[in-house]
């Protein structure tokens, strides 16, 4: 092994994580247009979808995203109709999401998302099932 066989490229796992994340981002791109949706807006969506309701600094801790990027998404998502974000009447500090009608009817339409993105990956089954078990413990173990 050489002196900078470490500073290769090809020999680092955060580049090949990344890579992979920006392709299947890339094939998520053209099934989302058609919902008027960046990833980033369909990721925080699946959390809304999932809790109803949410306190703000709790929706970032599960999306991994810091507030200087979600408040521009939740700005967005709530021009178009998808959420209504208020504050708590005892703490000011408090800001809640909440999914709104309009945002509970998206989710029925985009349900078939995940399913066309999985058929992507033909004959990959078993070790996608794999792979993001292995990530979600090395996601947990690394905070």
């Known amino acids: 092994m050489g002196k900078y066989d470490a500073l290769k490229l ?4 955060c580049f090949s994580l990344y890579a992979l994340s920006r392709e299947v981002i890339k094939m998520y791109k053209p ?28 929706l970032g801790k599960k999306l991994y995203l810091d507030s200087g990027t979600l408040t521009p ?17 005892e703490d ?7 999914l709104t009608k309009e945002g509970r009817d998206l989710r029925e ?13 033909k004959d990959e089954e078993d070790n996608l099932v794999s ?13």
């Open 109 to 121: 339409k985009i349900i078939e998302v995940p399913e066309k993105i999985y058929c992507e990956f």
């Open 92 to 98: 000011d500090r408090v800001v809640t999401v909440e």
């Open 10 to 13: 090809e020999n680092q796992l």
């Open 73 to 89: 998404v939740l700005k967005k998502l709530e021009s178009k109709g998808l959420i209504i974000k208020y504050r708590n009447k």
């Open 31 to 58: 099934l989302l247009k058609e919902f008027n949706l960046t990833y980033t807006q369909y990721i925080t969506m699946m959390v809304i979808w999932e809790e109803e309701k949410i306190i703000f600094k709790e």
């Open 131 to 143: 792979l993001k078990k292995y990530l979600d413990s090395l996601l947990k173990n690394i905070k």
